[in-house]
Nanobody, 115 residues
Framework: QVQLVESGGGLVPAGGSLRLSCVAS????????MAWYRQAPGKQREFVAR???????NYAYSLKDRFTISRDGAKNTVYLQMDNLKPEDTAVYYC?????????WGPGTQVTVSA
C-alpha cells in the first residue's frame, strides 16, 4: 500500500502564492514519478504538473509560467509552488503516483483564491 498526504492549501488573495506538499509513504521504494491534479467545483479533474524519477518536470500548458513542481527524494515529498494565483485556480489539489500497477491518490488539499 501507498499513502499520499497533501498539505499547504488555504485561502489566498489573487496574486498570492502557495506551496503545496505531498508526502508519500508505505510500500514505495526509492523515487517514483509524481503528479499534481486539481478539481474545481462542477468540473472534471485536470492535470496540473508531473515530475519524473529524474526530476524532469512537465506542466499543463496554461500553468507552466506560474506553477513549479519539485521534489525532495530524501523526504519522499513533492512540492507544487503556485505563484500569481488567480480565482480560477480555486480547486482541490491532489497528488498521484503509480505503484505496482495502479495509481494512488491523496485525499486532496483545498486551495481557494479570492478575487
Amino acid at each position: 500500500q501507498v499513502q499520499l498526504v497533501e498539505s499547504g492549501g488555504g485561502l489566498v488573495p489573487a496574486g498570492g502564492s502557495l506551496r503545496l506538499s505531498c508526502v508519500a509513504s508505505g510500500s514505495i521504494v526509492g523515487l517514483n514519478p509524481m503528479a499534481w491534479y486539481r478539481q474545481a467545483p462542477g468540473k472534471q479533474r485536470e492535470f496540473v504538473a508531473r515530475i519524473t524519477v529524474g526530476s524532469d518536470p512537465n506542466y499543463a500548458y496554461s500553468l507552466k509560467d506560474r506553477f513549479t513542481i519539485s521534489r525532495d527524494g530524501a523526504k519522499n515529498t513533492v512540492y507544487l509552488q503556485m505563484d500569481n494565483l488567480k480565482p480560477e485556480d480555486t480547486a482541490v489539489y491532489y497528488c498521484k503516483t503509480p505503484w505496482a500497477g495502479r495509481d494512488y491518490w491523496g485525499p486532496g488539499t483545498q486551495v481557494t483564491v479570492s478575487a
